[in-house]
């Protein structure tokens, strides 16, 4: 793992596979669920205390990803996670 002020880059032998971010537009840790589930609106798969976010596949690559924001038990945004799903 590596890890920045904006984010942390986990790496899977030579690549890249999961991005933990602070924000990304319009939403960040702290945000309530409420407004985030709101803003993602229906094509997400809501487990309660997280969500699962279906993003376009990476130009070039093709490689599936998607987008987890885990709530804490207060309901609030508490991380943020791009990843790949083929992995």
Known sequence: MFAYPHGDFYVY???VWQ???RSVPGMKVGDPGAAVRLLLGTGSDDRGDFLVHPL???PET???V???VNFNAAGAVSAI???RTDF
Do not use: E, H, K, S
Request: charged residues 30%; glycine residues 12%.
């Open 13 to 15: 032998r030579d690549r």
């Open 66 to 68: 998607a987008m987890r």
């Open 62 to 64: 093709g490689w599936p």
């Open 81 to 83: 996670f791009v990843y």
């Open 56 to 58: 376009r596949p990476l």
């Open 19 to 21: 991005i933990g971010l």
